[in-house]
DNA sequence: TATACCACCACGGTATACCAAGCTTGCTAG
DNA sequence: CTAGCAAGCTTGGTATACCGTGGTGGTATA
């Protein structure tokens, strides 16, 4: 068992309870709370929040915190965001990336369709996205992909996950990586652009659908 | 006088000196060290050390923490990823942007060409950009290139600025605030890649001829 | 003289006591 | 009965004492 300081496990249990929606978006916090709901001192407590904030998962509210709502205003513009990294990323990606690492993002796409498991599957994504990035030699299109997929993860466990929609997401990173193994950048970024759209029209019918039974279930939907 | 809360005050001395370069780029800081110099408890230096790291302008090292210092490769990294997001959010802008806000930026660029002091000169670039993306509508494309000018605003008091360079820089906004009230989008993508290609280059030929002299400055150029 | 070991000190991490401010609650006066 | 005020409690902000660890300097021994 290896000793983890408390700042960064503190930081993790928060983040975790945060996007699994455990602690509900809108929810309030106060920093005494949590240092006794969590068996820690308020200092580390502290710590993990200023951190979360600037993720954007936790907000100051007043004088106290709460878990970031979910907001349908937000969630549009961070796919238009995503939109611009990464079909920048991926047209560096076509100019700069060595084939070795192509084929790596390969055998990482193959190895997330093998497993089903459904947290598996929400990591998939965001760590396809990352890992294309990444290609691009661009440490700031890593980052900024990396924080845009974890504002965005909260939502995918909203989304309907059909059989044939997760087929739909892994057939199309298929044909981003062919498009970047064929060093054919206008395809590359037309693909990333369909499938950005793609999920967006996805996430954003399902939410905009259940709007009433996300408010429901106590999501803070602005 | 308005009394400021240590933390946002500590905070707001730190970024100063480290933005100014009165801290050195790679200096060694301690909190200890900084809570006697500063006449404050750790907490608020902690504070803002942990917010200046999220923005990059201090890093950990070892136990203790750093300046961060100027490093060339993450400078051309920025300005690629400033194209990136200024290009896509100028053509957005284009699109979305009410005629009286681009007169707004206008206004703005003539009352920074009026002003010459030094400092304010500083601002007006970035303050320019950041405003311009600001029409975009998209609030991640504003935070970013505010993100991105803040790690570069240290580069600017190594950069000659003379006369004609700053006079060459007002003319290049003028002229990407021309396009954009044109509604010329292409233009105004052709002439924000211009602007930042030019930055590009004039930064990194003074920094990469003065690296001799800026090593006994006391900036760790890596 | 060189190397190894030991003691001390300086560091960030943590816990906690105290503060001022703001909200809530309950009592009192009209 | 209602309105207003005051007291108390809860909040984040701040200061500080304490802990374990890692690095450093000095000394002793080979």
Redesign the interface.
Known sequence: MVEISQTVQIYARLREGILSLSMAPGERLTERGLETELLASRTPV??AL??LE?EGLVQREGRGWMVAPIDLA?IA??L??RE??ES??VR?ACERAVDADIEALDELLASFDVSQSSEEGLRSGTDFHVELMRLSQ????VT?TEA?MTRLSRTRWLEVQTEQSRALAVSEHRAIVDALRRRDADDAVRRVVAHIHDTRDRLLATIDADRRMLRARGVAIV
Chains 1, 2 share one sequence.
């Open positions: 502290r710590a200023m951190r600037s937000e513009h961070l238009e965001y611009v990294i920048a990323g560096l661009n440490p700031f299109l900024a845009s």
